[in-house]
Each structure stands twice: as C-alpha cells, then as structure tokens.
C-alpha cells in the first residue's frame, strides 16, 4: 500500500479519530457516575458548611460517602416553593437530591424572567438552621453559594459561596476568605427593602446596619455581582421564607444511597 497518497493519509486520520472519539466516550460512560456523584457531594459540603456543620476541610477529610450519610441523617425538608410561596414539591433527600450548579443557573434565568416559572429549593435541618442558595454572575463568571438563616428566617447564621473563575487574591476571596464569610453571621435580612434586602458595600458597612457588610477589598466587580445575586434571590425567596412547617408529604430518609454505594464498591 502506498502510505504517501492523499487517500491512505484521509483513511488513516479518519480511523484515528474514530478510535479515539470511541475511548472518550466510554471513558466518559464509565467516569459519568462517579463524577456526578463527587459534584453531588462536593455541593452538600457547602450547604453543610452553611449550615454550621464542621467546615468544608471536614468535610473534604470525611470523603464522599460520610457527606452524604450524614446529610441524610441531619435533613428534616428539602422542598420546593414557587415565587409566591406556594409549594410545588420536594426533593428526594433520602437519595440526596439537591438543586446543582446548572439547576441553580436555570432557576436564575427564571427567576430574571427569562423563561419559564422559578422553583426554588429550601432545606431545612435538625439543628434548626433553614438553608437556601444564591447564584449570579461574578467578574469572570458564575458565583454562587448558600445562606443559613435561624428559625426566625430573618437572622443569617452562615454563609457559603464558590466561584468558576474570579481572581485569586481578590474576588476569590468569596470562597477562600473565613473572614468574608463570617461577616453574614448574626446579621439580618429586610425583606421590606426589595432594592437591598442585605448589601455588600464598598468602602465599608455603615455602622449599625444589620443587613450589611463590607465588601472585599480590590474586588469591586465581584462583590457587586455577589451583592446583586443575593438581592435578586432573596426577593425571589421572600414569600417562601414566610412558609415555617415543612408539609407532611416531604420527602423521607431511606438508607443508602446510590452515590454511597459507588464509593463503597
């Protein structure tokens, strides 16, 4: 065969390409289930950290199927409101069944009434604490988090947020900085003031506001973002936090999951 024609280099390439595409793919058939599983885990950890249960080098250091075990053990609800207030549903949290990343992104566009109508999760645990989550836009891409409240619903008890891609140092700091976080704790929300139900200033907090605090140092367009998602699902989630008692038909606890299941084999 003459391997210096044009047709042997197409065929060749060709084969190439294919075999490659087939590894890939099972590969990714293969890898799938564990990877949702890691991202599953890796999204409880920050709404229990939220939640002010251990932090999240806890839970790194518990691994993926404790996470989810403990999860399991400590949920009381996590249901589904709309808008109004009124409940749509529940999520299955004897499988753990959580809004991701790409379903808060989704809710996000609802909820800024570009398609479609908002659900929007709440979780309410043992220890009191009522958790939701925010999601927006940072400097370089989507941020996004969960804010603990007491049984008031007024007064946060922690916070959580994550990144894509803002700037270590600076807007990282969302993430990486227990001393951004820890500013939410003990402060409170006015659901009466829809422009700024809770603010992150620049330049400093000013003294004795309770829904306010100062934002990060150097990264104005991040803390603007994280300002603006806040406002932007905290009015969303206004109604729905009026909702106490989590109604009888919530979804009940079970005993492994199948996400343990793929650790422990």
């Known amino acids: 065969m003459n391997t210096d024609n044009n047709i042997y280099t197409i065929v060749y390439t060709t084969i190439v390409v294919v075999l490659v595409a087939a590894v890939l793919a099972l590969v990714s058939q293969k890898l799938g289930p564990m990877q949702a599983a890691n991202e599953k885990a890796e999204t409880i950890s920050q709404i229990l950290t939220a939640a002010g249960f251990g932090d999240k080098n806890h839970w790194q250091e518990q691994g993926n199927a404790a996470t989810l075990k403990f999860y399991r053990e400590n949920i009381e609800s996590s249901d589904l409101y709309d808008t109004t207030g009124g409940y749509v549903g529940a999520l299955d949290f004897s499988r753990c069944e959580i809004y991701s990343t790409s379903e808060l992104k989704a809710q996000d566009y609802a909820i800024r009434g570009k398609g479609g109508m908002p659900v929007l999760p709440v979780y309410r645990f043992s220890n009191g604490k009522v958790v939701i989550p925010v999601y927006g836009a940072g400097l370089w891409g989507p941020i996004w988090g969960y804010i603990a409240l007491e049984e008031d619903l007024r007064t946060i008890a922690g916070a959580y ?28 929300i006015d659901f ?30 991040t803390s603007r973002g994280l300002d603006a998602a806040i406002t932007t699902w905290l009015n969303a989630y206004g109604k729905s936090l009026e909702v106490k008692e989590a109604p009888a038909d919530s979804a009940s606890v079970s005993n492994t999951t199948e996400e343990e299941q793929l650790w422990e084999n």
């Open 192 to 221: 009466t003031d829809k422009s700024a139900p809770f603010h992150i200033v620049k330049g400093g907090a000013p003294e004795g506001k309770a829904n306010a605090i100062d934002a990060i140092t150097g990264a104005t367009m």
């Open 161 to 188: 947020f994550d990144h894509a891609s803002e700037t270590p140092g600076l807007g990282g700091k969302i993430k990486d900085d227990p001393a951004f976080r820890g500013q939410f704790a003990g402060r409170s």
